[in-house]
């Protein structure tokens, strides 16, 4: 899980990171693009570490209930040899 999360973390960091150099590219050089870029930009620092977030809190729902199911298994499985 830290892994995934520190990947995800970098993943967001180079993202935002490389929006706000095009967005200066573009207001430096004036592509007529700037105000676009701009909303771009503050639009995707809100959202991208709100998905990020987001992406890590499914998958920890989605692996806590695979080893729920894995836990439910076994103790079946234990069941059914302590009956034979």
Do not use: H
């Amino acid at each position: 899980m830290k892994q995934i999360r520190r990947i995800l973390a970098i993943l967001g960091i180079v993202l935002l990171v490389s929006m706000y150099l095009i967005t200066l590219f573009c207001a430096v050089f004036d592509t007529g693009n700037d105000m676009a870029m701009f909303k771009a930009s503050v639009t995707c620092t809100i959202l991208v570490p709100i998905l990020i977030w987001g992406y890590t809190v499914i998958y920890r729902l989605a692996k806590g209930r695979q080893e729920k199911e894995l836990q439910e298994t076994l103790r079946q499985m234990e069941k059914e040899k302590n009956q034979q």
